[in-house]
């Protein structure tokens, strides 16, 4: 029995289910094998708020009108919750909490049976608070279930025809601001803000990680590896400080090594180049 097989004999057990949906892969998979086993017994269910990256609200409509499955989006708070803007190790915790907080009224005003979420094999062995608000909150992973790792994942997106087959992972804002530097609805703003500029240059993968320094903010940005060249054309570099700069970031730093998934720690200023001072 292959990993798809499996994920729907699971499913065909749920016998109804609420889908955690972000538009990103993993759950874009889930929610695509739930629609074609349980139809109207299964939906998706998306929080949003302040944190979503530009754009992704946009691709999470598209992805569930392809697969044809019914959308329930509510607003999310987390930012008023203090231990989420604390970043002390633990926002996922607390971003998952008012997730599931959402989730799990939603289900029981459905009737549905569970609440599920994206969960894949490969994340158990990574440091995910999120993972204990959904124990907490009687969430289940059916890909984890079905042994799904993210390579089959990605296989099974291809399977469904999913348009988001192949888009990279996009984390929420909140994942930009090193652990100890206080996540704020105007810090969010300014690196969505910053983000979408450079990406209008033209790079594809842009991240920019934020350390409160005290009297200053830092910020490094991170672009993909296969882009780094294009820092070397004409007025590009100069234009991803000025990005920067725009946004009131007293430091920027542009990563040599590319983007890195999770990497937040962030040099001290002292150790910057002078041409990456952005005031």
């Known amino acids: 029995m292959t990993e798809l097989q499996r994920l729907h004999a699971i499913l065909a057990e749920m016998d109804s289910v609420l889908v955690a949906y972000s538009g990103g892969v993993d759950s874009s998979v889930l929610l ?8 109207d017994r299964a939906a998706a269910f998306t ?11 946009a691709v999470a409509d598209v992805v569930a009108a392809h697969i044809g499955a019914r959308r329930i989006v509510a607003a999310s708070h987390e930012l008023d919750r203090p231990g989420y803007r604390a970043n002390q190790g633990d926002r996922c915790f ?18 549905f049976r569970w609440v599920a979420d994206g969960t894949i094999v490969d994340d158990l062995g990574e440091h995910r608070p999120g993972l204990r608000a ?18 089959q994942t990605r296989e099974a997106a291809r399977l469904y025809g999913l348009p988001n087959a192949e888009k990279p992972s996009m984390p929420c804002l909140g994942s930009r601001f ?10 969010v703003r300014r690196v969505a803000a910053a983000e979408a500029s450079i990406t209008g240059l033209g790079f594809t993968v842009v991240r920019l990680r934020v350390i409160d320094l005290g009297s200053a903010e830092t910020a490094r940005v991170e672009l993909g590896s296969d882009e780094l060249h294009r820092l070397d054309e004409p007025g590009v570099r100069e234009a991803v400080l000025a990005a920067c700069r725009q946004e009131g970031f007293a430091w920027t730093h542009i990563d040599p ?17 002078a041409t990456a001072r952005s005031a």
């Open 32 to 39: 695509a094998a739930a629609t074609e086993v349980l139809g």
């Open 47 to 57: 929080a949003e708020s302040a944190t979503l990256a530009p754009g992704e609200a």
């Open 94 to 111: 607390h971003c998952k909490s008012e997730l599931f907080d959402l989730a799990v009224a939603q289900r029981a005003q459905l009737g």
């Open 134 to 151: 959904a124990l907490q909150h009687h969430v289940r992973h059916p890909l984890v279930e079905a042994g799904f790792t993210k390579a």
């Open 178 to 187: 090193a652990a100890g530097t206080e996540v704020r609805a105007e810090r």
């Open 257 to 273: 090594r590319g983007y890195r998934r999770g990497n937040v720690a962030l040099p001290s200023p002292h150790s910057l180049p």
